[in-house]
């Protein structure tokens, strides 16, 4: 199910075209641990949590876009 979540938290990073940098103050994770998680080095991903936080923080984005 978490794979899921992964596939994701990717399709929306590269729908945004974020950067890592972007992502980690969205979710609030280092640059670092967003890149490894982009890698799924060391069995890490993005996990459900990181998925909401970053769907969420780009969702009141465009909530604000739209009320200008």
């Known amino acids: 199910m978490e794979e899921d979540y992964h596939k994701k938290t990717l399709s929306i ?4 075209q974020l ?3 972007q992502v980690a103050e969205a979710i609030g994770k ?3 641990v967003v890149s490894k998680k982009k890698k799924k080095e060391n069995y ?6 990181d998925f909401e936080k970053l769907k969420n923080f ?7 876009i739209k009320s200008i």
């Open 13 to 16: 990073i590269e729908e945004l």
């Open 19 to 21: 950067s890592s940098r």
């Open 30 to 32: 280092s640059t670092s």
């Open 44 to 49: 890490n991903q993005f996990l459900s949590e």
């Open 58 to 64: 780009y969702l009141q984005k465009l909530e604000k």
